[in-house]
């Protein structure tokens, strides 16, 4: 009930006058055929009585009614289509802001979480729709009902009172009918989130590469196929149910309509009724049993949408992610430090921990590089920094100021990062750079700069049309001569335009690049970094690498391993602790002089043919004893393996930090 309500307001904003004509003529159209059936009730005994009185008024009625039945029905379609169209795009507004009010990415990377969003868009495409579209035919039906069985009734009450009787149970089964059917919509939405995952393994152009090389067609297709099994079992389950319990009904239905017009007619044999209370009586309770039906179906497709329509409201009362301060501060420009105190973190409550304790302190305008074998938690930290997850315990500080006073869109506009993952739209090439200051997005002089500083600009210049050119093989927009225009860059090339959308910020205050050089070879790597001192000498900058020739040079190296820092100094202060650090730097310059055609090195285990000869050939001229991929190099010679996961009872408890309530970790 509160559903509905809730979707006849949204309708109702949607479009005031369109939901009360609809409305309106609905409810014209319901009462029209019992007009009908009582202005042909009113013709017959006319004609069959003697001096029954004038035929032309009573038969021009019927022709009005008659034009009424057929013009409210276009209309109400048209109206229909109309409050339908106004509510989709209120609709469309309210989901993807019930998504953007989100502000972290903790909601988003639960699977949970994903099956009720899907829902909800399912719900928000036609839920309201339906809704108010049963909704208003049912008021039509129970206006035509209405008026029947008020007809009937006053022919035969005991006849009027059991078809009411009657209409209660079907009602019912209807409801419950509807029930089934959004129940099994939420039961199977994880089979259907997956048959589609499956399918779009087929033809996604990331992924189609090896299901050609592997011969995956058959076994994904088969995987989609036992995904749509699952869900199209438990559909014809429930409509079978369905179907078996409205059986009694309608037989019920039909029986007594049987017995009423038995009753009629011999009462009319007897003289009791005319021939016109005979012919109104047939219209209404074939007209009843009608209206029964659609009222029933009706009920059940807006208890369905209502119950689906939840999943669309409810999305609006997730909590946010992340602790927002009620009064934000301003961000200042970060002049002192941005400081990690005794941060813990896990993605979720009972998972491993990821960070255990991690204190860190970033100088303004000083490069710290963050090195780490695998999923050591380096990326996860710069969730932290970027403030797209709150860390479980402890607390980040940008010049002493909590991260969680501060608005994270606030926050995020003084950040500039590339991430590990980083995006590729399908936008133009321009666009790929612009969006990095959304605001500056058509500054073309802003975003050839941006380009030039990350090395790319030359290749975006030679592309068809320039910075223009649609960056797509997906979507295909229409050139000057009709013909569709879209091209592709390499992925090293695609790195340089991240790295020029990071570059959009130029005034940023902290710079983060999560391994910025997995795609880019030893030079263009060099010259990354020397563009972004000088494009803005003073920022704070957080490099994380696993090719150790990228961090030598910064001002402070950070190892990261079990989820603490392990070591923290100067490149010459590591090697001269001669731990983590210096073994690895020792393990590549082991591996840099392998001797050639031994099959790789120790410090290339993991890589591909290319990076192999960035490393080994581009980077061994400039570096004779070029430092170790720890990508690849650490694991196999004793470095620390990466965050194991123990039991929770296991991990040390973090210190409680005093004023902030954050997530226990035994929750
Ligand atoms: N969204 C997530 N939900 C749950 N666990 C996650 C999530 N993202 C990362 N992890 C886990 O956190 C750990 C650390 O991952 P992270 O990406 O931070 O490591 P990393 O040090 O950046 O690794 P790499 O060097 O491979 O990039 C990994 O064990 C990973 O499985």
Redesign the pocket.
């Known amino acids: 009930m509160r559903s509905a309500a809730a979707a006849f307001a949204l309708a109702w904003r949607a479009g005031p006058a369109v939901v009360a004509a609809y409305v309106t003529v609905s409810v014209v159209a319901g009462l029209l055929p019992t007009a009908a059936a009582l202005l042909v009730s009113s013709l017959l005994d006319r004609l069959t009585t003697p001096g029954g009185g004038s035929l032309t008024p009573v038969a021009l009625l019927l022709v009005a009614a008659t034009l009424g039945t057929q013009l409210t029905t276009p209309a109400s379609e048209f109206l229909r289509g109309e409050s339908t169209r106004a509510l989709r795009v209120r609709v469309q507004g309210e989901m993807l802001d019930g998504v953007n009010r989100l502000p972290g990415m903790r909601h988003f990377?639960d699977p949970a979480f994903q099956d009720r969003l899907r829902l909800a868009q399912q719900a928000a495409g036609n839920a309201p729709d339906l809704l108010v579209g049963s909704v208003v035919s049912g008021l039509q039906a129970a206006v035509l009902l209405a008026g029947f069985l008020i007809t009937v009734f006053v022919i035969n009450p005991v006849l009027g009172a059991v078809t009411v009787l009657l209409a209660v149970p079907a009602l019912r089964t209807q409801l419950a009918a509807g029930r089934r059917r959004a129940e099994v919509l939420r039961d199977t939405m994880g089979n259907s989130r997956r048959e589609m995952f499956y399918g779009s393994l087929l033809s996604d152009t990331d992924t189609l590469k090896e299901v050609r090389l592997f011969n995956l067609q058959r076994y994904f297709t088969d995987r989609a196929a036992a995904e749509l099994r699952t869900v199209v079992r438990a559909e014809r389950g429930t409509d079978l149910r369905n179907l078996r319990e409205r059986v009694p009904d309608l037989l019920l239905g039909a029986a007594v309509f049987g017995a009423g017009l038995l009753w009629a007619v011999r009462a009319a044999g007897r003289g009791e009724l005319t021939v016109g209370d005979l012919s109104v009586f047939v219209t209404a309770t074939a007209g009843i049993q009608r209206g029964v039906a659609q009222l029933a179906s009706t009920t059940a497709t807006a208890y369905q949408a209502a119950l689906t329509f939840t999943y669309f409201r409810t999305l609006r009362d997730v909590p946010p992610d992340l602790e927002l301060a009620e009064r934000p501060r301003p961000v200042p420009a970060l002049a002192g430090r941005l400081e990690l105190r005794d941060v813990w973190f896990r993605?979720?409550p009972g998972?491993p921990w990821?960070l255990r304790g991690v204190d860190l302190s970033l100088g303004a305008g000083e490069v710290t590089a963050l090195v780490?074998?695998?999923?050591?938690?380096?990326?996860?930290?710069v969730k932290l920094l970027c403030r797209l997850y709150e860390p479980t315990r402890g607390r980040i500080l940008w010049d002493g100021a909590d991260l969680r006073d501060f608005d994270p869109a606030e926050l995020r506009e003084r950040v500039a990062a590339v991430f590990?993952d980083y995006g590729r739209y399908d936008l133009t090439a321009g666009e790929n750079i612009g969006i990095g200051r959304v605001g500056d997005a058509g500054r073309e002089d802003l975003v050839a700069e941006a380009a030039a500083a990350a090395g790319v600009h030359p290749r975006l210049s030679r592309l068809g049309q320039g910075y223009g050119t649609l960056l797509s093989r997906i979507f295909a927009s229409a050139g000057a001569a009709g013909a569709a225009v879209g091209e592709l860059l390499s992925g090293g090339e695609w790195q340089r335009v991240a790295v020029a959308r990071a570059f959009m910020r130029r005034d940023a205050d902290l710079m983060i690049l999560?391994?910025p050089s997995s795609g880019l070879d030893a030079a263009a790597e060099q010259e990354i970094h020397d563009s972004l001192r000088t494009l803005r000498a003073e920022a704070t900058v957080l490099v994380?690498s696993?090719r150790l020739s990228t961090v030598r040079d910064a001002d402070r190296i950070v190892v990261?391993g079990e989820g603490r820092i392990t070591e923290s100094g100067t490149h010459d202060e590591l090697i001269a602790l001669d731990g983590t650090y210096a073994r690895l730097f020792r393990l590549q310059s082991a591996g840099y002089a392998a001797p050639e055609g031994a099959g790789g090195t120790p410090g290339d285990g993991g890589r591909t043919a290319p990076e192999r000869k960035d490393v080994a050939g581009a980077e061994a001229v400039a570096e004779p004893e070029g430092p170790p991929d720890m990508?690849s190099g650490a694991e196999p010679v004793g470095v620390p393996e990466?965050?194991t996961?123990p039991e929770p009872v296991a991990v040390p408890e973090p210190a409680t930090v005093p004023g902030r309530a954050e997530g226990h970790p035994h929750r």
């Open positions: 990377e993605y979720s998972s990821i780490g074998v695998n999923g050591t938690g380096k990326s996860t930290l590990q999560d391994e994380i696993h990261l990508k990466p965050v996961t």
